[in-house]
């Protein structure tokens, strides 16, 4: 018993045998998954296992039934998916979802919106992590770089303050020189800001650089987890090698 009340406190989101469908397809078949207070979690597995869904999942843009999903021990199954963002879990969505149309300012203002005491002012820390964004604030999203993007979606997830924040392949389409700032940034969110951060990442080098926990999926089940120096090629082989 007092294993498992360790474990609560440690573990800021805890999945616990997940199953989820889309129609007929069952997609995540008794899922877990711990993120660890203070890590950097890389959630790993080949195309299509379910790690997006999972994510999903646990923001609330997708259903599931049977077992929990737990944040600071709370319950979130039955919390709507703007509930979980106002209790601390900022979302960085696959392929970043900006608004294109909106200058940065607005689509900052739109991680704001729901806010519960009405409108706030960004808070200063987004711009100090992200200068372009105020160089750059009454420019059209769509008009931006792919990693002046990411950093906006980035600092959109941001404006609520989020504990744990959560980021679904943040490189995706963006220039490999770029890629290197987003790892920095991750860094030192974690590191430096403090955050708990839970991450898609295909890419085994900029894992390593930046986790310090790893979860792998096959098939839509749980099937390793470590620290990321247990991440051997063995592990990689057998799990994440095409
Ligand atoms: N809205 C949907 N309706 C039906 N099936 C879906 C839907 N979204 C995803 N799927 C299916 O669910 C499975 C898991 O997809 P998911 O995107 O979660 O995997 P993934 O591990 O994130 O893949 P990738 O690495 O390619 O992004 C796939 O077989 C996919 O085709």
Known sequence: MA???EDAAENLLAVEKVDLRYGQSQILWGMNLAVRRGSCTCLMGRNGV????LLRAVMGLAPTFGGSIRFH???LVRQPAHQR???GIGYVPQGREIFPQLTVLENLQVGLGIREHGLSE????IYELFPILKQFLHRRGGDL???QQQQLAIGRALVLEPELLIL???NEGIQPNIVREIGDIIIRLNREVGLTVLLVEQ???FARRLGTDFVIMEKGRWVATGTMSELTDEVVKAHLAV
């Open 145 to 147: 770089s792919g990693g």
């Open 3 to 5: 294993a498992v009340m």
């Open 73 to 75: 021990g709370q319950d």
């Open 50 to 53: 379910g790690k997006t869904t």
């Open 168 to 170: 679904d392949e943040p």
């Open 85 to 87: 963002a106002r209790i």
């Open 203 to 205: 890419k085994l080098p």
């Open 122 to 125: 960004i808070p200063e820390r």
